[in-house]
T-cell receptor
Framework: AQSVSQHNHHVILSEAASLELGCNYS??????LFWYVQYPGQHLQLLLK??????LVKGIKGFEAEFIKSKFSFNLRKPSVQWSDTAEYFC???????????FGQGTTLQVKP | NAGVTQTPKFQVLKTGQSMTLQCAQD?????MSWYRQDPGMGLRLIHY???????DQGEVPNGYNVSRSTTEDFPLRLLSAAPSQTSVYFC???????????????FGNGTRLTVT
């Protein structure tokens, strides 16, 4: 069955530190990959997405993610985090033969000012 | 544009009661879905629909029913509420929802359900 795993459940960083959140998925065929963010008290918003082409995808607010097919990974990165990046981050995958968008467990990021 | 509208925002039920969570979108999206969000478990797909008249089960469908009689509406029914169904429920929609569709999910604001 298709699954998504986020290994970091809770990350605490100081402002200006670099961020990398891990995401691995289990499906071996063609996939579309997403990162969503949920700020406190709000619903999910799309950060970035990968469908095809350049495996390095740039999203909003300085975030980027790299699709590494051989590692079944789609890690999220940001060179320098801000206090306003405090939120919960979700990786999600949709695979061709299911039509289902499956989310990972989420990673809570806390940025200290 | 109203986007995705969920009602109610909050609901308290007693064990065994039934209720329907409403979801409506005005973007002519074919794909609609219901998720529940629980601490440490992320969002889990309950049911989804790729168009009017078509529904399918997600990861955790037990205890929930859905129907899709129109493109706009996708209600979620709890047949006999249980404390394990205490959660925050999100409805989401997108233009296509299938592989290769270049449109993200639009989420509603959520329904916080407590079952006592």
């Amino acid at each position: 069955a298709q699954s998504v795993s986020q290994h970091n459940h809770h990350v605490i960083l100081s402002e200006a530190a670099s961020l990398e959140l891990g995401c691995n998925y289990s499906y071996g065929g063609t996939v579309n990959l997403f990162w969503y963010v949920q700020y406190p008290g709000q619903h999910l918003q799309l950060l970035l997405k990968y469908f095809s082409g350049d495996p390095l995808v740039k999203g909003i607010k300085g975030f980027e993610a790299e699709f590494i097919k051989s590692k079944f990974s789609f890690n999220l990165r940001k060179p320098s985090v801000q206090w306003s990046d405090t939120a919960e981050y979700f990786c999600a995958v949709i695979s061709g033969n299911t039509g289902k968008l499956i989310f990972g467990q989420g990673t809570t990021l806390q940025v200290k000012p | 544009n109203a986007g995705v509208t969920q009602t109610p925002k909050f609901q308290v039920l007693k064990t065994g009661q039934s209720m329907t969570l409403q979801c409506a979108q005005d973007m002519n999206h074919e794909y609609m879905s219901w998720y529940r969000q629980d601490p440490g478990m992320g969002l889990r797909l309950i049911h989804y629909s790729v168009g009017a008249g078509i529904t399918d089960q997600g990861e955790v469908p037990n205890g929930y029913n859905v129907s899709r009689s129109t493109t706009e509406d996708f209600p979620l029914r709890l047949l006999s509420a249980a404390p394990s169904q205490t959660s925050v429920y999100f409805c989401a929609s997108s233009y296509g929802g299938t592989l290769g569709d270049n449109s993200p999910l639009h989420f509603g604001n959520g329904t916080r359900l407590t079952v006592t």
